[in-house]
Protein backbone atom coordinates (compact mmCIF):
# COMPACT_ATOMS: atom_id res chain seq x y z
CA UNK A 1 0.00 0.00 0.00
CA UNK A 2 1.41 3.63 -1.15
CA UNK A 3 2.55 5.80 1.80
CA UNK A 4 0.87 9.16 2.28
CA UNK A 5 3.76 11.12 3.77
CA UNK A 6 4.72 13.15 0.62
CA UNK A 7 2.41 16.54 0.64
CA UNK A 8 1.33 18.41 -2.21
CA UNK A 9 2.70 21.68 -2.58
CA UNK A 10 1.55 24.47 0.15
CA UNK A 11 -1.27 26.79 -0.59
CA UNK A 12 -1.64 30.48 0.73
CA UNK A 13 -4.36 32.65 0.70
CA UNK A 14 -3.65 35.90 -1.65
CA UNK A 15 -4.41 39.28 -0.59
CA UNK A 16 -7.27 39.45 -2.73
CA UNK A 17 -9.11 36.94 -0.58
CA UNK A 18 -9.17 39.13 2.69
CA UNK A 19 -10.48 41.79 0.58
CA UNK A 20 -13.24 40.15 -0.91
CA UNK A 21 -13.92 39.14 2.61
CA UNK A 22 -13.98 42.55 3.68
CA UNK A 23 -16.37 43.59 1.11
CA UNK A 24 -18.80 40.93 1.84
CA UNK A 25 -18.69 41.89 5.77
CA UNK A 26 -19.42 45.10 5.24
CA UNK A 27 -22.15 44.82 2.61
CA UNK A 28 -23.78 42.95 5.27
CA UNK A 29 -22.95 45.68 7.73
CA UNK A 30 -24.59 48.43 5.88
CA UNK A 31 -24.20 52.07 5.42
CA UNK A 32 -23.73 54.45 8.84
CA UNK A 33 -21.57 51.26 10.30
CA UNK A 34 -18.43 50.45 12.33
CA UNK A 35 -16.73 47.28 12.87
CA UNK A 36 -13.96 47.34 15.49
CA UNK A 37 -11.76 44.08 16.06
CA UNK A 38 -9.08 43.47 18.53
CA UNK A 39 -6.17 41.61 17.99
CA UNK A 40 -5.87 38.94 20.24
CA UNK A 41 -3.94 39.52 23.43
CA UNK A 42 -0.33 37.76 24.17
CA UNK A 43 -0.79 34.89 26.42
CA UNK A 44 1.35 34.09 29.24
CA UNK A 45 2.55 30.56 30.48
CA UNK A 46 4.41 30.92 33.17
CA UNK A 47 6.65 33.88 34.99
CA UNK A 48 7.40 35.94 31.75
CA UNK A 49 7.42 32.94 29.52
CA UNK A 50 5.08 33.52 26.53
CA UNK A 51 2.76 30.83 24.61
CA UNK A 52 2.79 30.81 20.88
CA UNK A 53 1.20 33.66 20.32
CA UNK A 54 -1.87 32.66 17.87
CA UNK A 55 -4.06 35.58 16.33
CA UNK A 56 -7.55 35.54 16.76
CA UNK A 57 -9.43 33.82 13.99
CA UNK A 58 -11.57 36.53 13.52
CA UNK A 59 -8.88 38.89 13.31
CA UNK A 60 -7.15 36.81 10.78
CA UNK A 61 -9.79 35.92 8.54
CA UNK A 62 -10.65 39.76 7.70
CA UNK A 63 -6.89 40.68 7.82
CA UNK A 64 -4.06 38.08 7.66
CA UNK A 65 -2.55 40.25 9.76
CA UNK A 66 -0.31 38.27 12.65
CA UNK A 67 0.82 40.21 14.90
CA UNK A 68 -0.45 41.34 18.67
CA UNK A 69 -1.88 45.02 19.90
CA UNK A 70 -3.49 45.75 16.69
CA UNK A 71 -7.19 46.69 16.11
CA UNK A 72 -8.93 46.23 12.59
CA UNK A 73 -11.58 48.59 11.97
CA UNK A 74 -14.19 48.56 8.70
CA UNK A 75 -16.26 51.63 8.13
CA UNK A 76 -18.29 51.53 4.68
CA UNK A 77 -18.51 54.18 2.52
CA UNK A 78 -15.86 56.52 4.28
CA UNK A 79 -14.06 58.09 1.20
CA UNK A 80 -10.58 57.89 3.13
CA UNK A 81 -10.83 54.55 2.78
CA UNK A 82 -12.68 51.76 4.16
CA UNK A 83 -10.28 49.64 6.51
CA UNK A 84 -8.22 50.74 9.07
CA UNK A 85 -5.34 48.92 11.24
CA UNK A 86 -3.53 50.06 14.24
CA UNK A 87 -0.66 48.51 15.15
CA UNK A 88 2.72 48.86 16.79
CA UNK A 89 5.12 51.00 15.36
CA UNK A 90 8.48 50.23 14.07
CA UNK A 91 10.91 49.50 17.08
CA UNK A 92 14.57 48.25 15.89
CA UNK A 93 15.38 47.48 19.55
CA UNK A 94 12.17 44.93 19.83
CA UNK A 95 11.95 43.81 16.58
CA UNK A 96 16.04 42.50 17.50
CA UNK A 97 14.14 40.61 20.55
CA UNK A 98 10.99 39.49 19.30
CA UNK A 99 11.11 40.16 15.42
CA UNK A 100 9.84 42.33 13.11
CA UNK A 101 7.40 44.43 12.95
CA UNK A 102 5.20 45.68 10.16
CA UNK A 103 4.43 49.34 11.13
CA UNK A 104 1.87 51.72 10.48
CA UNK A 105 2.95 52.16 6.79
CA UNK A 106 4.00 48.40 6.27
CA UNK A 107 0.57 47.23 6.86
CA UNK A 108 -0.82 49.73 3.94
CA UNK A 109 1.78 48.23 1.43
CA UNK A 110 1.40 44.73 2.53
CA UNK A 111 -1.30 43.91 3.99
CA UNK A 112 -3.76 45.96 2.47
CA UNK A 113 -5.01 48.54 4.77
CA UNK A 114 -6.57 51.69 3.29
CA UNK A 115 -4.79 53.81 6.48
CA UNK A 116 -2.64 52.77 9.00
CA UNK A 117 -2.17 54.14 12.52
CA UNK A 118 -0.02 53.40 15.64
CA UNK A 119 -1.50 51.69 18.06
CA UNK A 120 -0.31 54.10 20.68
CA UNK A 121 -2.72 56.91 18.79
CA UNK A 122 -6.26 54.61 19.08
CA UNK A 123 -7.88 56.60 21.67
CA UNK A 124 -7.55 59.94 19.64
CA UNK A 125 -7.97 58.95 16.47
CA UNK A 126 -11.06 56.11 16.45
CA UNK A 127 -13.93 58.40 18.60
CA UNK A 128 -13.50 60.71 15.20
CA UNK A 129 -13.99 57.41 13.22
CA UNK A 130 -17.26 56.08 15.36
CA UNK A 131 -18.64 59.80 15.81
CA UNK A 132 -20.74 59.60 12.63
CA UNK A 133 -21.62 55.61 12.86
CA UNK A 134 -25.36 54.90 13.89
CA UNK A 135 -24.05 51.36 14.46
CA UNK A 136 -21.15 49.73 16.27
CA UNK A 137 -20.17 46.37 15.37
CA UNK A 138 -18.11 44.42 17.92
CA UNK A 139 -18.17 41.22 19.54
CA UNK A 140 -18.90 41.88 22.94
CA UNK A 141 -17.20 39.17 25.89
CA UNK A 142 -14.22 38.09 23.81
CA UNK A 143 -11.96 40.63 25.36
CA UNK A 144 -13.75 42.64 28.27
CA UNK A 145 -10.85 45.08 28.78
CA UNK A 146 -11.02 46.29 25.18
CA UNK A 147 -15.13 46.27 25.61
CA UNK A 148 -14.52 48.78 28.43
CA UNK A 149 -12.35 51.30 25.97
CA UNK A 150 -15.31 50.86 23.19
CA UNK A 151 -17.82 51.67 25.64
CA UNK A 152 -15.81 54.78 27.06
CA UNK A 153 -14.97 56.23 23.52
CA UNK A 154 -18.73 55.81 22.64
CA UNK A 155 -19.87 57.34 26.41
CA UNK A 156 -17.41 60.48 25.55
CA UNK A 157 -19.31 60.74 22.09
CA UNK A 158 -22.63 60.67 23.85
CA UNK A 159 -21.19 63.28 26.46
CA UNK A 160 -20.87 66.06 23.37
CA UNK A 161 -24.47 64.85 21.68
CA UNK A 162 -25.53 68.13 23.47
CA UNK A 163 -23.41 70.15 21.58
CA UNK A 164 -24.80 67.97 18.04
CA UNK A 165 -22.50 65.18 17.67
CA UNK A 166 -23.44 62.61 15.66
CA UNK A 167 -23.44 59.51 18.11
CA UNK A 168 -23.47 55.74 18.07
CA UNK A 169 -26.95 54.29 19.36
CA UNK A 170 -26.60 50.62 18.93
CA UNK A 171 -24.05 48.25 19.61
CA UNK A 172 -24.65 44.90 16.80
CA UNK A 173 -22.86 41.72 17.40
CA UNK A 174 -20.26 41.02 14.99
CA UNK A 175 -20.21 37.50 15.48
CA UNK A 176 -22.77 36.84 13.65
CA UNK A 177 -22.68 38.04 10.00
CA UNK A 178 -18.82 37.23 10.10
CA UNK A 179 -19.36 33.87 11.41
CA UNK A 180 -21.77 33.54 8.83
CA UNK A 181 -19.41 34.30 5.92
CA UNK A 182 -16.60 32.01 7.99
CA UNK A 183 -19.19 29.01 7.69
CA UNK A 184 -19.35 28.44 3.79
CA UNK A 185 -15.78 28.08 2.62
CA UNK A 186 -14.33 29.52 -0.52
CA UNK A 187 -12.04 27.52 -2.93
CA UNK A 188 -9.07 29.10 -1.39
CA UNK A 189 -10.59 28.14 2.01
CA UNK A 190 -11.03 24.42 0.79
CA UNK A 191 -7.54 23.98 -0.46
CA UNK A 192 -6.24 25.34 2.65
CA UNK A 193 -8.30 22.63 4.20
CA UNK A 194 -7.04 20.13 2.10
CA UNK A 195 -3.89 20.77 2.49
CA UNK A 196 -4.21 20.77 6.52
CA UNK A 197 -5.81 16.92 5.92
CA UNK A 198 -2.82 16.23 3.88
CA UNK A 199 -0.63 16.55 6.71
CA UNK A 200 -3.21 14.81 9.55
CA UNK A 201 -3.45 12.25 6.98
CA UNK A 202 0.39 11.29 6.57
CA UNK A 203 0.87 11.85 10.58
CA UNK A 204 -1.43 8.86 10.98
CA UNK A 205 -0.28 6.58 8.56
CA UNK A 206 3.29 7.56 10.25
CA UNK A 207 1.72 6.70 13.73
CA UNK A 208 0.34 3.55 12.59
CA UNK A 209 3.74 1.97 10.89
CA UNK A 210 5.39 3.13 13.95
CA UNK A 211 3.21 1.57 16.54
CA UNK A 212 3.84 -1.78 17.76
CA UNK A 213 3.66 -3.58 21.42
CA UNK A 214 5.91 -2.12 24.10
CA UNK A 215 5.60 1.10 23.00
CA UNK A 216 4.33 4.21 24.84
CA UNK A 217 1.52 6.76 23.42
CA UNK A 218 3.95 9.53 24.32
CA UNK A 219 6.19 7.92 21.57
CA UNK A 220 3.33 8.06 18.88
CA UNK A 221 2.50 10.92 19.68
CA UNK A 222 6.16 12.38 19.11
CA UNK A 223 6.06 10.67 15.44
CA UNK A 224 2.49 12.44 14.88
CA UNK A 225 4.06 16.02 15.98
CA UNK A 226 7.21 15.64 13.71
CA UNK A 227 5.05 15.20 10.68
CA UNK A 228 3.44 18.33 11.28
CA UNK A 229 6.00 20.15 11.86
CA UNK A 230 8.25 19.02 8.89
CA UNK A 231 5.18 20.13 7.20
CA UNK A 232 5.23 24.06 8.99
CA UNK A 233 2.29 22.43 10.80
CA UNK A 234 1.27 22.90 14.42
CA UNK A 235 -1.50 21.16 16.39
CA UNK A 236 -5.20 22.26 15.93
CA UNK A 237 -6.01 20.78 19.21
CA UNK A 238 -4.14 18.17 21.64
CA UNK A 239 -3.57 14.97 20.10
CA UNK A 240 -5.37 12.08 22.07
CA UNK A 241 -3.52 9.02 21.85
CA UNK A 242 -5.27 5.98 23.90
CA UNK A 243 -4.15 2.74 23.97
CA UNK A 244 -6.38 -0.04 25.76
CA UNK A 245 -8.78 1.43 28.44
CA UNK A 246 -7.93 5.21 27.46
CA UNK A 247 -9.15 4.75 24.47
CA UNK A 248 -12.62 5.00 26.14
CA UNK A 249 -11.98 8.18 27.95
CA UNK A 250 -13.24 10.41 25.51
CA UNK A 251 -10.79 13.40 25.70
CA UNK A 252 -7.70 11.88 27.32
CA UNK A 253 -5.19 13.97 26.84
CA UNK A 254 -1.86 12.14 29.63
CA UNK A 255 -0.47 10.16 26.57
CA UNK A 256 1.47 8.28 29.03
CA UNK A 257 0.77 4.50 29.18
CA UNK A 258 2.56 1.76 27.44
CA UNK A 259 0.96 -0.25 24.28
CA UNK A 260 0.06 -4.07 24.97
CA UNK A 261 0.00 -6.68 22.27
CA UNK A 262 -4.20 -7.33 22.41
CA UNK A 263 -4.96 -3.60 22.72
CA UNK A 264 -6.79 -1.45 20.38
CA UNK A 265 -5.26 2.44 19.97
CA UNK A 266 -7.24 5.58 19.64
CA UNK A 267 -5.53 8.31 17.92
CA UNK A 268 -7.23 11.63 17.46
CA UNK A 269 -5.43 14.22 15.83
CA UNK A 270 -5.28 16.64 13.29
CA UNK A 271 -2.76 20.01 12.44
CA UNK A 272 -3.63 23.69 11.75
CA UNK A 273 -1.79 25.08 8.59
CA UNK A 274 -2.40 28.79 7.70
CA UNK A 275 -4.99 28.99 9.95
CA UNK A 276 -6.75 25.61 8.66
CA UNK A 277 -7.60 22.68 10.62
CA UNK A 278 -7.55 19.25 10.16
CA UNK A 279 -9.51 16.72 12.17
CA UNK A 280 -8.97 12.81 11.78
CA UNK A 281 -9.49 9.83 14.27
CA UNK A 282 -8.51 6.00 13.62
CA UNK A 283 -8.32 3.38 15.38
CA UNK A 284 -5.90 0.55 14.86
CA UNK A 285 -4.82 -3.10 16.69
CA UNK A 286 -1.23 -2.55 18.48
CA UNK A 287 -0.19 -5.81 16.73
CA UNK A 288 -1.46 -5.39 13.61
CA UNK A 289 -4.69 -7.93 13.58
CA UNK A 290 -8.06 -7.02 14.90
CA UNK A 291 -9.47 -9.92 17.13
CA UNK A 292 -12.97 -11.60 16.15
CA UNK A 293 -14.85 -9.29 18.77
CA UNK A 294 -12.47 -5.67 18.15
CA UNK A 295 -13.45 -6.72 14.22
CA UNK A 296 -16.63 -6.76 15.11
CA UNK A 297 -17.58 -3.77 17.19
CA UNK A 298 -14.80 -1.78 14.45
CA UNK A 299 -16.69 -3.20 11.35
CA UNK A 300 -20.28 -1.12 13.10
CA UNK A 301 -18.50 2.03 13.73
CA UNK A 302 -17.02 1.85 10.08
CA UNK A 303 -20.89 1.11 8.70
CA UNK A 304 -21.82 4.23 10.65
CA UNK A 305 -18.99 6.56 9.32
CA UNK A 306 -19.79 5.48 5.95
CA UNK A 307 -23.23 6.11 6.25
CA UNK A 308 -23.32 9.54 7.95
CA UNK A 309 -20.68 10.45 5.37
CA UNK A 310 -23.13 9.56 2.44
CA UNK A 311 -26.20 11.59 4.41
CA UNK A 312 -23.85 15.06 4.37
CA UNK A 313 -25.62 16.26 1.04
CA UNK A 314 -26.78 19.84 0.13
CA UNK A 315 -30.53 20.47 0.86
CA UNK A 316 -30.03 17.62 4.15
CA UNK A 317 -30.43 19.27 7.73
CA UNK A 318 -27.42 19.48 10.28
CA UNK A 319 -28.60 16.67 12.08
CA UNK A 320 -29.39 13.83 9.61
CA UNK A 321 -25.77 12.32 9.72
CA UNK A 322 -26.28 11.96 13.35
CA UNK A 323 -29.21 10.39 12.76
CA UNK A 324 -27.94 8.13 9.82
CA UNK A 325 -25.13 7.28 12.52
CA UNK A 326 -27.66 6.46 15.37
CA UNK A 327 -29.31 4.32 13.49
CA UNK A 328 -26.74 2.24 12.13
CA UNK A 329 -24.73 2.02 15.60
CA UNK A 330 -27.62 1.24 17.85
CA UNK A 331 -29.09 -1.72 14.64
CA UNK A 332 -25.10 -2.96 15.45
CA UNK A 333 -25.63 -3.12 19.33
CA UNK A 334 -28.51 -5.50 18.82
CA UNK A 335 -27.11 -7.14 16.26
CA UNK A 336 -23.91 -7.76 19.07
CA UNK A 337 -25.79 -8.31 21.84
CA UNK A 338 -25.71 -5.45 23.75
CA UNK A 339 -28.93 -4.02 23.30
CA UNK A 340 -31.94 -5.89 22.90
CA UNK A 341 -35.51 -4.83 21.62
CA UNK A 342 -37.02 -2.65 18.78
CA UNK A 343 -34.28 -0.66 17.18
CA UNK A 344 -36.88 2.49 16.57
CA UNK A 345 -37.68 2.09 20.64
CA UNK A 346 -34.26 2.22 21.62
CA UNK A 347 -33.25 5.04 19.67
CA UNK A 348 -36.30 6.85 21.20
CA UNK A 349 -35.62 5.75 24.86
CA UNK A 350 -31.80 7.07 23.88
CA UNK A 351 -30.35 3.23 24.59
CA UNK A 352 -27.34 4.12 22.72
CA UNK A 353 -25.80 6.73 24.24
CA UNK A 354 -24.76 4.22 27.13
CA UNK A 355 -22.10 3.17 24.75
CA UNK A 356 -22.69 6.28 21.87
CA UNK A 357 -22.35 9.70 24.13
CA UNK A 358 -21.33 12.31 21.66
CA UNK A 359 -22.35 14.02 18.51
CA UNK A 360 -21.24 12.44 15.18
CA UNK A 361 -19.78 15.70 14.34
CA UNK A 362 -19.03 19.65 14.25
CA UNK A 363 -18.07 22.50 11.61
CA UNK A 364 -14.48 22.59 10.94
CA UNK A 365 -12.28 25.44 9.36
CA UNK A 366 -10.07 27.97 10.69
CA UNK A 367 -11.00 26.42 14.49
CA UNK A 368 -10.81 22.50 15.06
CA UNK A 369 -14.65 23.12 16.77
CA UNK A 370 -15.49 26.03 14.01
CA UNK A 371 -18.06 28.79 14.03
CA UNK A 372 -21.49 28.51 12.87
CA UNK A 373 -24.89 28.27 14.11
CA UNK A 374 -26.36 24.61 14.34
CA UNK A 375 -30.14 25.69 14.30
CA UNK A 376 -31.74 28.25 12.18
CA UNK A 377 -34.73 29.46 14.06
CA UNK A 378 -34.89 26.84 15.99
CA UNK A 379 -34.92 24.04 13.27
CA UNK A 380 -31.43 22.50 12.08
CA UNK A 381 -30.15 24.42 9.53
CA UNK A 382 -29.94 22.93 5.91
CA UNK A 383 -26.15 21.87 4.32
CA UNK A 384 -25.06 24.16 1.90
CA UNK A 385 -22.22 23.32 -0.29
CA UNK A 386 -18.77 25.07 1.06
CA UNK A 387 -19.73 24.38 4.52
CA UNK A 388 -17.29 21.55 5.97
CA UNK A 389 -18.40 18.75 8.86
CA UNK A 390 -16.16 16.21 10.91
CA UNK A 391 -18.07 12.85 10.40
CA UNK A 392 -17.02 10.79 14.05
CA UNK A 393 -19.32 7.96 15.27
CA UNK A 394 -17.69 5.77 17.94
CA UNK A 395 -18.50 3.37 20.72
CA UNK A 396 -16.96 2.98 24.03
CA UNK A 397 -17.45 0.13 26.89
CA UNK A 398 -15.39 1.22 29.53
CA UNK A 399 -13.39 -1.46 31.56
CA UNK A 400 -15.74 -1.50 34.30
CA UNK A 401 -18.92 -1.74 32.79
CA UNK A 402 -20.69 -4.83 33.79
CA UNK A 403 -23.57 -4.53 31.40
CA UNK A 404 -21.31 -6.13 28.63
CA UNK A 405 -19.86 -9.06 28.47
CA UNK A 406 -16.14 -9.09 29.60
CA UNK A 407 -14.69 -9.25 26.39
CA UNK A 408 -15.81 -5.98 25.18
CA UNK A 409 -14.74 -4.02 27.91
CA UNK A 410 -12.30 -1.51 27.30
CA UNK A 411 -12.96 -1.31 23.61
CA UNK A 412 -13.08 2.26 22.47
CA UNK A 413 -13.16 2.71 18.87
CA UNK A 414 -14.01 6.23 17.02
CA UNK A 415 -13.23 6.92 13.21
CA UNK A 416 -13.23 10.52 12.28
CA UNK A 417 -13.30 12.10 8.77
CA UNK A 418 -13.36 15.18 7.54
CA UNK A 419 -16.40 16.34 4.85
CA UNK A 420 -17.06 18.77 2.94
CA UNK A 421 -20.39 19.92 1.53
CA UNK A 422 -20.45 19.93 -2.47
CA UNK A 423 -23.37 20.27 -5.05
CA UNK A 424 -23.42 16.65 -5.03
CA UNK A 425 -21.37 13.69 -3.42
CA UNK A 426 -19.81 14.69 -0.31
CA UNK A 427 -16.12 15.66 -0.71
CA UNK A 428 -13.62 13.58 2.21
CA UNK A 429 -10.92 15.13 2.90
CA UNK A 430 -9.36 12.30 4.51
CA UNK A 431 -10.45 9.90 2.38
CA UNK A 432 -6.88 8.52 1.67
CA UNK A 433 -6.20 7.86 5.22
CA UNK A 434 -7.09 3.89 5.14
CA UNK A 435 -9.86 3.03 7.94
CA UNK A 436 -11.14 -0.51 6.03
CA UNK A 437 -9.90 -3.77 8.80
CA UNK A 438 -7.60 -5.23 5.89
CA UNK A 439 -6.53 -2.11 4.56
CA UNK A 440 -5.08 -1.19 8.41
CA UNK A 441 -3.84 -5.47 8.88
CA UNK A 442 -2.16 -4.86 5.35
CA UNK A 443 -0.38 -1.69 6.13
CA UNK A 444 0.96 -2.37 9.36
CA UNK A 445 2.25 -5.83 8.44
CA UNK A 446 3.60 -4.32 5.85
CA UNK A 447 4.73 -1.70 8.04
CA UNK A 448 6.65 -5.15 10.17
CA UNK A 449 8.47 -6.61 6.95
Known amino acids: MPALTTVAASPVLRKDEFARRRRHLMKLMGPGAIAILPAAPVRYRNSDVDYLYRQDSDFWYLTGFAEPEAVAVLVPGRPQGEYILFVRDRDLVRERWDGARAGPEGVVKRFGADDGFPISDIDEILPGLMEKCSRVFHSVGLHPEFDQRIFGWVNGLRAQARHGLHT ?15 LVKSRAELALLRHSAQIAMAAHERAMRFTASGVTEYAVAAEILHEFHRSRADISYAPIVGGGDNACVLHYRENAATLHDGDLLLIDAGCEYEYYASDISRTFPVNGRFSPVQRAVYEVVLAANLAAIDAVRPGRHWDEPHQTAVQVITTGLVALGLLKGPVDALIKDGRYRDFFMHRTGHWLGMDVHDVGEYKV ?9 GMVTTIEPGLYFAPDDKRVPKEFRGIGIRIEDDVVVTQGAPEVLTGALVKDVAGIESLMADARR
Do not use: K, N, S, Y
Open 377 to 385: ADAWRTLEP
Open 168 to 182: PQEFVALDHPLHELR
